[in-house]
């Protein structure tokens, strides 16, 4: 992923885990209960994905040299 795509991603991803988990808080806690299954792992990942940078780094490209038969 590229630079904007990455903060993109990662942004509607932790607005919708943190949406699901506000639902379940202010809604009736025990039946909107299950989605806490899914705020949680959402928001865990949309900020895994917002605040990597490992992907950011060029890596060099290593020149092979091919020995030509002949």
Known sequence: ????????T???????GL?????????????SFPLLFFGIPLLIIGFFI??????DKIEPILERRVKKNG
């Open 1 to 8: 992923m590229n630079f904007i795509s990455r903060i993109i």
């Open 50 to 55: 917002f605040f990597n940078k490992n992907e």
């Open 10 to 16: 990662g942004a509607i991803m932790i607005i919708i």
């Open 19 to 31: 949406t699901l988990i506000l639902t379940t808080f202010l809604v009736n806690f025990v039946s």
